[in-house]
């Protein structure tokens, strides 16, 4: 019997030399005569570990890591396959601390199942949450998401049960379920580690979505960075079709659902849902103005939903395990779990499952080992680059939507990006307000013109002209471009300048 | 503004015509052209308009809005480097400027011989593994400086 082995050809790993890992190890079993059976599985999420290799043994998994294709030879030579003993060798994938204290619901599959397979989906518990969900009315689907207290994951927080009722409460005979994977947020990976790990939990859920709010298309909004994702969305919707789960009669139910993935075009702004819809239907991707709400006139003027990817990749788990299930795990509002994503300059950088409620000092040092320089750790950013800058004092907070909101940074899509002392916070201000105006659609005022200006008051702050005018002038616009602009990217650019001046305030002193 | 000879504007309207039926495609044929031409050539505004039933200004309204078409033809090979904030934590802004003295050239700019183009990109996804670049659409992670040569390297013509 040939032996299973795993290489992740997930784009992280890839970019860190799996491909070559696997082609070698393809090799030098051809070279020894050994019957490989090699699976090219999404990513555990332990970057730090990249490219991890696993072998199935008799122990389960055994995993060995981060692997060089020049450490291969070397591996057989020591006759990995049989769990002979490496330098590399971490033992059963299992028992590694760092994924052993994560509590994986969304991202259960990642990293385990072929993700090209619709077999290896099943086998591993897919398509029971669609079979749940076919049993029920779609109210009786949407009482359950509202009941598992799931809010969107993409930044919004918004109970996702009470978008479905709206769009379920709608009589238009044609509805949309679409799907913002415009994952830009710096330091988030995990929609495209799901879409490239597990792409078939986001079918169900989008299927799940059809079925309860009665809507039989569905549309994928991918970023164009995300090449791989596209390949392996692109895989999984023809299989699925082959299989049946997707087109006119989906698992034999008699109802339609149809799916297609659309490519961004590096437009950040089209991760905000109005904006996304617009591109979706071919347009300059400019914020509407709201009302109307999406859930009642969205995509060609229809009843859409609009939900994130590990949004409608946590569904499938409700229904097939209970909303109750889902909803014991978290603290206060914020329900269930949260696929965090450490990044940037942190030791154990990648995607850490957990219930709400670990603390921001918890993540960074037990499971992140502080920065990957050895220096300090200076301050975070969550949410991306329209959060704040968090400093060290505030590390005892808890990760969960209220509690981040009480110290004045927000949670956003759950990235935390990770500066040691090196960073300079004034350029860091600079930054958010130069992204701001590179990334603008221009639709209002404050957000257009403000973000220009406000790269130019801080570069006067800096360059030592009228620094305290300066600086009022500064606080003064941020002010009005929070009260005043139209979407949240005008509306939360200024966070980081905001929080980089109240924590900060020594970096935005005149240098010559 | 240059019109484009008859048999690319005939390559056009087969790729519109390949997308017509779908519901707003204008973005769809947009990246089927850049696919094809390696860029949206300005004289494929007035093609596409005209078998869309768009005016002008709304194509090329969309083809600028967005930072993914490009309006130049690119070099052989394009270099996009990450400037975000994760990347930027690990060195991203060292190696551009790396980058841009072993290219000689700007962001934005191909080099005089037609073999790079240099790009900023915010963000491939790639955080965990900073700073990223990506070369003609493959992803590397953990780039230094010497990295970034040695992927240079690969890609040159021997010496």
Redesign the interface.
Known sequence: MSTTVYVPGD??A???GAGEVAAAIAAEAKRRGIDLNLVRNGSRGA??L?PLVEVQTERGRCAYGPVRATDVPALFAADFLETGSHPLSLGPTDSIPWLRSQQRLTFERVGIIDPASVADYVKHGGYQGLERALQLSGAEIVQAVTASGLRGRGGAAFPTGIKWKTVLEQSTAQKYVTCNAD???????S??MLMEGDPFSLIEGMTIAGVAVGATQGYIYLR?????AHAALKTAIAAAYQSKYLGADVAGSGRRFDLEV???????ICGEETSMLE???????EVRVRPPLPAIKGL?GCPTIVNNVVTLTSVPWILAHGAEAYANFGMGKSRGTLPI?????IRR???VERAFGLTLRELLYDIGGGT?SGRPIRAV?IGG?LGAFVPPAHFETAVDYEALAAVGAMLGHG?I????DT?DMAQ?AR?AME?CA??S?GKCTPCRIGSTRGVEVIDRILAGIDGERNVRLLEELCETMVQGSLCGLGGMAPFPVQSALKHFREDFRARV | MESLPSEQSAAVRRIVAQHRERPGPLLEVLHAIQTSFGYVPEGAVPVVAEELNLSRAEVHGVVTFYHFFRHTRPGAHTVSLCQAESCQSMGAKALAEHARKRLGIEFHQTTADGRYSLEPIYCLGNCACSPAAMIDGRLYGRVTPEAFDALIAQRSPAA
């Open positions: 784009a992280g890839l970019s860190v970057y730090w990249e994952e830009g947020d710096s330091g988030t990976f929609d495209r164009a960075e995300y090449p791989h659309r490519l961004g075009a590096g437009a950040y591109s979706l239907e071919g347009k300059r991707g060609f994503q450490l990044a940037g300059n950088a990648g995607l990957a950013q680059p990235g990006v990770v500066f040691d960073v860091m930054y992204f590179i990334e659609c």
